[in-house]
């Protein structure tokens, strides 16, 4: 009933169309694995660029509303 691991085909181990995402998760680099997918995606590149500025707008409104920046 058990079937050892080391008996599947390499067929099973492989994931069609996820292959990149295999070796990613295997080499622990997801995270730059997503980075550069989310920049590849020109959605997914207007997002994180609306998310930078938004962020660094906020960063200077709180600068500048406790006294850090005078203007």
Not at 10 to 19: F, V, Y
Not at 39 to 46: A, E, H, I, K, V
């Amino acid at each position: 009933m058990t079937e050892d691991k080391k008996t599947r085909s390499r067929d099973d181990k492989n994931w069609p169309g996820l292959s990149e995402l295999d070796r990613a998760l295997a080499e622990d680099r997801l995270t730059a694995y997503t980075w550069k997918k989310t920049w590849r995606d020109p959605w997914g590149r207007f997002g994180l660029i609306v998310f930078f500025i938004a962020f660094l707008a906020f960063a200077i409104f709180v600068a500048i509303y406790d006294g850090l920046i005078k203007i």
